[in-house]
């Protein structure tokens, strides 16, 4: 893919950090894009034999217009990262998984996430079937780059978007998924997807927020072993974060990290640009709101991962800065760090 003019005409600026825009000021990024061959966006980094591989999203042009229900993120296929090193080179993968080739799947293969385990990768991706529906896939290699073979059918009883996996020092492994607006949360909450329902949430403002979902993974990791159940958020009162909080409430963008035995729930507020995280005791939560940890960045989209790597915390992130459009984004990876008492010091993208 050929990365646009806009997108040239910032490349150009790259080295200062500066993107020009003839309407905003000059910017100065806290750090630069991991890549600009081509399009990244919503990056789940693991660590596999001391190397980073980041699996993102893969932006594309495409003709749609941009909507609230993310019709213009049209991605169809996979490319996976790697990172030898902190600050080395970023190597891109070859085609790691096409749309083309998931039986079940026709569009929209939007954030993934990996996992490992007896000598097989597992790539966990959502699309949307048939019906307009986003299901999670599952898809499995011997090579972490790939290629992935995709199973036939989507993980029974998934549904939305957003798949992250995180296995536990027990070795057990869970997955979190769910996101609301074009993530269809809002439109699963029967047990069964319902294509004429709620454009953005439950319109319940002072009501329990719509929130994620865990479910403990089968020993297969390629099934869930339970029915999925709610990721509860609750405030400093330990009441649930409410859906008109917007500022708190889940969005999407689950990511689940451990740090000194707590378990760490983060994820995006999406319409206010936040990621936010909160912390339980155990993987199923409750996980106790605790606050912002990056401010808002160019372009719509939050999306994350948090990785332990070479004795440092690292926080994967994506925005705008080569192409300046919302659809077309770019990976980022910046130093993550933790206060005394375990709280994530806040990070802000652009520097002062």
Do not use: C
Request: no cysteine; hydrophobic share 35%; charged share 20%.
């Amino acid at each position: 893919m050929k990365i646009s003019a806009i997108a040239a005409a910032a490349l150009v600026s790259v080295s200062t950090g500066a993107l020009a825009q003839p309407t905003s000021p000059p910017k100065t990024y806290l750090s630069q894009p991991l890549v600009s061959e081509i399009y990244t966006a919503d990056p789940s980094g693991h660590v596999f034999d001391g190397k980073l591989y980041i699996y993102p999203s893969h932006d594309i042009d495409g003709p749609t217009a941009e909507d609230d229900l993310g019709a213009h993120f049209e991605m169809r296929d996979y490319r996976v990262l790697r990172v030898d090193t902190p600050g080395g080179k970023t190597v891109i993968g070859p085609v790691a998984l096409d749309v083309k080739d998931v039986p079940w799947a026709d569009r929209q293969m939007w954030a993934p996430d990996a996992a490992f385990k007896d000598g097989t990768y597992y790539l966990y991706f959502p699309a949307k079937d048939k019906a307009g529906a986003f299901r999670i896939g599952i898809a499995t290699s011997k090579d972490p780059m790939g290629p992935f073979k995709a199973n036939p059918q989507p993980i029974k009883g998934s549904f939305s978007i957003d798949p992250a996996v995180f296995t536990d020092t027990d070795g057990k492994s869970y997955m979190y998924f769910g996101g609301i607006w074009g993530g269809q949360l809002q439109r699963n909450t029967s047990g069964t997807y319902d294509p004429n329902g709620s454009k953005t949430d439950l319109g319940a403002d002072d009501k329990p927020a719509l929130t994620a979902k865990v479910a403990a993974m089968a020993p297969g990791m390629t099934e869930f072993a339970e029915t999925p159940r709610d990721v509860v958020i609750l405030d400093e009162n330990g009441k649930p974060l409410t859906g008109g909080d917007h500022d708190r409430r889940f969005f999407e963008a689950s990511w689940m990290h451990k740090h000194d035995g707590k378990y760490y729930f983060s994820y995006s507020t999406g319409d206010t640009h936040f990621l936010n995280y909160a912390v339980g005791d155990n993987p199923y939560g409750p996980f106790t709101y605790k606050g912002h940890f990056l401010l808002p960045v160019d372009g719509w989209t939050t999306h994350h991962s948090i990785v332990d790597w070479q004795g440092k915390t690292w926080l994967l992130y994506a925005d705008t800065q080569l192409s300046g459009q919302t659809r077309l984004r770019n990976v980022k990876m910046t130093e993550l760090s933790y206060n005394a008492d375990g709280t994530i010091k806040l990070i802000d993208p652009f520097v002062k």
